[in-house]
């Protein structure tokens, strides 16, 4: 009976053994991801996109870790034995990538999840440790373990330094604000918004580079105890190698020791080949950033003394001095209760503060090691490409030198954030975030809009925001919904394409050019209008235009159905405003509701045709009999681009905003979203350079309603003129 039962309670185990080796595989894949994006982007310390400290990769460690942590499983064959091995170094591997995502995370988040990454941690510290304790009569020599207790020790190490580095974070992006904020006041030119294309790919530049040197996880990535874990990282990995080894030594072959017996059945084998994939790939990472740490300290300021090289800067104990000298909780009234709190938090954050000073010194003894080995062999790499890297660099120059001005002449370094204690950057890493910059602004440029572009060399002025809409039309309200930059192009747009007579390929190239500038419209209202006064004004442009370019709908009216009526342009000019007027005239008559007495709470459609209703008759009124049809598709066209011109003056406001992301974390990807916007608008931005913009401050030039008031004038037929 016994052994029956045994039996159905082992049956499942090879399906939850390929549970585990799902998880391993997602966790690998993750890390696989990691490595490939930081050598696709030229980013050798390898950047945590995809594997990060979160919950979910946590939780997935978590069911990884499952044939590590079963203390019913025996280690007495070698198959069990080498996955308990790989499971821990694979959870240590995992860990080592870790560190540098810290960076990106808020001091909340970092808590929480450091928190659950210890208690992850030390659960399977002490599992491993409870059941080489009580199996300790039965183990084989000691050498059978070992690499079991390195791995333990190894991880136990591994989660120290993560939490060391998650101490330092705070006060490192401290540091790199103040010293942004900074930089900013001193470089004045980013402070207007620049509208030369040559100053505007100057100022991106220098943005990007203190973006790119001033990343958290590049300043961890960098930092001695990162590149100490990265170090512990590659031994854990060479462990396991070494692991592999014995195991197949000890059954006289590969073949009998793939045959060997465990519990988890078939799928043992696939969680061993799944760990061991997870921990190659997942060592890359740690193995590039401690090269990388090294380079710099190489090319760096070696020859500084020991005792320089040994002083542990203030940003690595501020966090905890600071939680020490902190006053005690009010909420304890007893003196003496308060007295010996305060001490016993003393004591204990003094230990903490030894042991921080400790573990940096040590790191730093290991970089000093570590650059005084490998010195000779970077020295040897370095003559060898020292032609080579001369000459693309030269080659470089030359090929950019237009665009940087000065080509290598402009002085960088003011730009690159470095920590106190830290080394130098080499010119060549210099280079390689330079040129990262100029691919960012060169994937934009390929995603140019041609169509927009066609469409705004239309455009000679700005009078079309004036013109569009004349102040003549009678109102349906007593007041008018206020404008966005959207809404007008989209309704003129809407006539445009509803006018008969008008060649099929012309109407089809204006719906193209109105959805790419529609799309940077949106851009430019995201981040302009903070207040969202005019979200339901842009919503039911959204919502209209939609229809017209899926379907060439106003409101499900066929705007072509008119040129196969042939119909003319006068009297679709009326059909269309008398729509509009109707909608807007039967919305009032149902509807009592106080807050419809403010334009700005009517449905989308009801605005959409309360615009309708004024273009259409401001057009129509100023309709000259003796004017074709193509003729005044044009002359909406050149409307059109009009205030697509007005608004996109906008643009290097928008690219100068997104410098200034508030969050240290976000801006790197803020100042990439700035350089693939500047590449994309390129071109409009050297069309309006042309241009003379009106005087406007930055606040009213954001607002199509403010273009109005100045350019309004008493005319009485707008489209006239």
């Given at each position: ?56 990769s ?88 070992s690499e ?66 001033g990343?958290?996880?590049?300043v ?57 994939f ?52 009010s ?27 400790v ?52 002085d ?6 470095l ?27 390929k ?12 455009s ?15 109102s ?29 390929h ?55 159905e ?17 729509k ?5 005239l039967?919305?009032?008559k ?22 309708m ?23 909406l ?29 976000e ?26 913009v ?5 606040d ?22």
């Open positions: 009976m016994d052994t029956r039962i045994q039996e159905q309670l082992e049956a499942p185990m090879p399906w939850i053994g390929m549970y585990i080796a799902a998880a391993s595989l997602v966790c690998s894949l993750a890390m696989a991801a990691d490595a490939f994006n930081g050598f696709r982007s030229k980013r050798l310390w390898f950047p945590c996109k995809y594997f990060s400290l979160s919950a979910t946590l939780t997935l460690l978590a069911v990884s870790m499952k044939f590590s942590v079963d203390i019913t499983s025996t280690i007495f064959t070698n198959i069990d034995w080498l996955v308990k091995v790989s499971s821990l170094i694979f959870m240590t591997v995992s860990t080592g990538n870790f560190v540098s995502s810290l960076g990106c995370m808020n001091d909340k988040e970092m808590l929480t999840n450091v928190v659950a990454l210890g208690i992850l941690v030390i659960t399977i510290v002490v599992n491993v440790w409870i059941q080489l304790f009580q199996l300790k009569p039965f183990l084989p020599p000691i050498f059978m373990v079991m207790l390195f791995a333990t020790v190894f991880m136990l190490v591994l989660l120290v330094a993560l939490v060391s580095c998650a101490i330092t974070i705070p006060t490192t992006k401290r540091c790199v604000e103040s010293r942004y904020k900074e930089t900013q006041k001193l470089d004045q030119r980013e402070e207007q918004a620049i509208f030369n294309i040559d100053e505007q790919r100057e100022a991106a530049i220098r943005h990007w580079l203190m973006a790119e040197t990343s958290p996880q590049f961890i990535a960098r930092s001695a105890v990162c590149t100490f874990a990265s170090a512990i990282s590659m031994v854990a990995a060479l462990t396991l190698v070494e692991a592999y080894v014995q195991a197949i030594s000890r059954n006289e072959g590969a073949i009998s020791f793939w045959k060997a017996y465990s519990v988890y059945g078939w799928s043992t084998k696939w969680i061993l080949l799944v760990q061991s997870g921990v190659a790939v997942g060592a890359i990472s740690p193995t590039f950033r401690w090269f990388l740490a090294v380079s710099f300290k190489c090319s760096g300021n070696f020859r500084k003394s020991f005792k320089k090289e040994f002083k542990v800067e203030s940003y690595w104990i501020q966090r905890l001095v600071d939680w020490r000298d902190s006053y005690p909780s909420q304890i009234r007893h003196h003496k209760c308060r007295k010996y709190l305060y001490c016993a938090k003393s004591t204990i954050l003094n230990f903490f503060i030894g042991v921080q000073i573990l940096v010194r040590i790191s730093r003894l290991h970089v000093r090691v570590s650059t005084s080995l490998m010195c000779p062999l970077f020295a040897c790499f370095s003559l060898v490409n020292k032609s080579e890297n001369l000459f693309k660099v030269w080659n470089s120059n030359n090929r950019n030198g237009s665009e940087l001005g000065d080509g290598t002449e402009i960088l370094s003011r730009y690159v954030f920590l106190e204690g830290e080394s130098e950057l080499p010119r060549k890493t210099i280079m390689n975030i330079y040129h990262r910059a100029d691919k960012a602004m060169q994937r934009g440029e995603l140019q809009p041609e169509n927009l572009v066609n469409l705004l060399q239309n000679n002025d700005f009078r079309g925001v004036k013109d569009f809409d004349s102040s003549l039309i009678p349906l309200h007593f007041q008018e919904p206020p404008n966005c930059w959207s809404l007008p192009v989209v309704t003129l747009a809407s006539i445009a394409v509803s006018l008969p007579n008008v060649a099929n012309k109407a089809k190239q204006l719906v193209q050019s109105v959805s790419e500038g529609l799309s940077l419209v949106k851009l430019i209202d995201n981040n302009l209008d903070t207040n969202g006064e005019l979200l339901r004004v842009q919503n039911a442009a959204a919502t209209i235009w939609l229809g017209v370019e899926l379907f060439c709908k106003w409101q499900d009216k066929n705007l072509r008119t040129s196969i009526k042939g119909k003319n342009s006068k009297e679709v000019l009326h059909e269309l405003s008398g509009a007027e109707m909608i807007v039967d919305f009032k149902d509807v009592n509701d106080l807050l419809m007495e403010n334009p700005v709470n009517w449905p989308a459609k009801v605005i959409a045709a309360n615009s209703y004024r273009i259409s008759r401001t057009v129509c009124d100023g309709f000259d009999y003796e004017t074709d049809d193509e003729a005044l598709f044009d002359r066209t050149v409307v059109i681009a009009d205030i697509f011109a007005a608004c996109f003056t906008n643009l290097a406001r928008v690219i100068t905003a997104k410098y200034r992301s508030n969050a240290v974390e801006r790197e990807k803020s100042v990439g979203e700035a350089l693939h916007l500047l590449g994309k608008t390129r071109r409009i931005i050297e069309l309006l350079q042309h241009h003379e009106p005087f406007l401050d930055r009213r030039a954001a607002c199509i309603e403010d273009w109005r008031a100045l350019f309004l004038q008493d005319i009485e037929n707008p489209l006239d003129q």
